[in-house]
């Protein structure tokens, strides 16, 4: 069964530092999105992307958060500057149409 | 905007009993979907199940089935001959489907269930 597979599975990284946390959607899928959950809180929506540009964003995709689908097949999140506040578990999803949503494994990242 | 409510931060249940988790939401769109996903100690999010609002028909998935209240903007999950692996959180979260969505979900807050022998 096809699956949204993320990279790498735990990221710990200094703050300040950029991050990449990468992503491979199922195949067919056209619309792409990212997610966050602090430990124990409600999973939060970051950013959608459809058609080779973002679709829609949230208050906490500011400046320091951007996304790429560089090669057709990937699908990047980078955080520019890592703070303390970034930890968090990071859920890429995709779907094939708008009435479904298929996440991945998820990227916890830990800013120390 | 639409918000999603689970008002029950924890429930238990015996194994094989039956357990309903609640979810209100509050939307102004008339066509959306509703879904339930389920969260393990991995914190992988697994789909158990999904609603369409156009239809009328309570969505079922083996012993997951829902209880969806379109005028009472209801959408609980009844969870049947539960087992020790259905212990985890629960997510309820809605997705619009109008002209201008591109499908972000909204979560609820998450309810933890716990299985007993």
């Known amino acids: 069964e096809p699956e949204v597979t993320q990279t790498p599975s735990h990221q710990v990284t200094q703050m300040g530092q950029e991050v990449i946390l990468r992503c491979v959607p199922i195949s067919n899928h056209l619309y792409f999105y990212w997610y966050r959950q602090i430990l124990g809180q409600k999973v939060e929506f970051l950013v959608s992307?459809?058609?080779?540009?973002?679709?829609?964003k949230s208050e906490i995709f500011d400046d320091q958060f951007s996304v790429e689908r560089p090669d057709g097949s990937n699908f990047t999140l980078k955080i520019r500057s890592t703070k303390l506040e970034d930890s968090a578990m990071y859920f890429c999803?995709?779907?094939?149409?708008?009435?479904?949503?298929?996440f991945g494994q998820g990227t916890r990242l830990t800013v120390v | 905007a639409q918000t999603v409510t689970q008002s029950q931060p924890e429930m238990s249940v015996q194994e094989a009993e039956t357990v309903t988790l609640s979810c209100t939401y509050d939307t102004s769109e008339s066509n959306y979907y509703l879904f339930w996903y389920k969260q393990p100690p991995s914190r992988q999010m697994i789909l158990v199940i999904r609603?369409?609002?156009?239809?009328?028909q309570n969505a079922t998935e083996n012993r997951f089935s829902v209880n969806f209240q379109k005028a009472a903007k209801s959408f609980s999950l009844k969870i049947s001959d539960s087992q020790l692996g259905d212990t985890a959180m629960y997510f309820c979260?809605?997705?619009?489907?109008?002209?201008?969505?591109?499908?972000?979900?909204?979560f609820g807050q998450g309810t933890i269930l716990t299985v007993h022998p």
């Open positions: 979260a809605f997705k619009g489907a109008g002209g201008t969505s591109y499908g972000k979900l909204t």
């Open positions: 609603q369409e609002a156009y239809k009328q």
């Open positions: 992307f459809y058609n080779n540009e973002i679709s829609e």
């Open positions: 999803a995709s779907s094939e149409e708008i009435s479904q949503a298929f």
